[in-house]
């Protein structure tokens, strides 16, 4: 089943990365969005079927465009799979007390990044 | 034929026929992604050198004036280091930065050894980065 994935990362390598790998690999279509304040514009326009989301952005940070993402009613339903390069178990506990619906780790393995979408969002297909 | 080539999808003779298709299908995909990132890290290699630029001058920076905003512009530069270089399949990239990451963040005063480590780390990142361009190298 095709899906469509929103990614919202303000880094180029790891946008178009994420992206080749989504595209190559499960044949989803990819938008992006390179900061928070696009991805919810994207969201709202696009109405993704998951959104990848990084953590660590100038302006408007992950967690903050989760908040918008979730206070937003054409978008507060879409789930959100938090992108960070944090491994330190405080920052975990944090990201997770927001609601989001899983955490994705940097570096992710581009052969398994879609398999691990999948798994974390129960997609049988 | 070892045992762990024996294993790579193609070679699968006792799936039905749809599986093997299906098989088939993923593993050129694979092949397709492999080759897509070894031309892309070609193209984003400059990219990732600045960044390994901006941390070797936070430190360099930090060796000559002590603690301050350059603590934070390298640990910066070391968090996107780290989550670049595991993706494009330097895992051991990824644990350097990230200890430089840690190192930069800590909250006390960075000592002599702690700028020395942070030293040793970039000159790591540099040859890991170059070597990475070599044909073959992963």
Redesign the interface.
């Known amino acids: 089943m095709s899906r469509r994935i929103l990614i919202i990362d303000d880094e180029d390598d790891i946008r178009q990365v994420a992206a080749l790998s989504l595209e190559t690999i499960a044949g989803w279509d990819v938008v992006l969005a390179n900061s928070g304040k696009a991805g919810v514009e994207a969201a709202t326009r696009e109405q993704p079927d998951a959104i990848l989301l990084d953590v660590m952005m100038p302006e408007m940070d992950g967690p903050s465009t989760f908040l918008k993402l979730q206070a937003t009613p054409q978008t507060s339903k879409i789930p959100v799979l938090l992108l960070t390069a944090k491994v330190q178990g405080s920052d975990q506990r944090r990201f997770a007390g927001l609601g989001v619906s899983g955490i994705l780790f940097k570096p992710f393995d581009p052969l398994l990044l879609s398999k691990q979408v999948s798994e974390v969002l129960g997609w049988k297909d | 034929m070892n045992e762990h080539s024996a294993s790579v999808p193609s070679g699968r003779s006792d799936l039905p026929e749809a599986d093997k298709r299906a098989s088939l299908e ?1 593993a050129d ?2 092949k ?2 492999h080759d ?2 070894a031309t ?1 890290w070609e193209q ?1 290699k400059g ?2 050198l600045d960044r390994l630029h901006v941390l070797e001058d936070s430190i360099s920076s930090l060796s000559e004036s002590g603690d301050g905003d350059c603590r934070a512009v390298g640990a910066d530069a070391a ?2 280091l ?7 399949g330097l ?1 051991r990239g ?1 644990d350097l930065a ?1 200890e430089a990451e840690v190192t930069l963040e800590k909250e006390s005063p960075l000592t002599t050894e702690d700028i020395d480590r942070l030293r040793f780390l970039a000159r790591e990142l540099g040859l890991l980065i170059a070597q990475r361009s070599l044909p073959g190298a992963r």
């Open positions: 993923q995909a694979q397709k992604l897509l990132l892309m984003r990219a990732v968090h996107k780290a989550g670049i270089l595991g993706t494009f895992p990824t990230r």
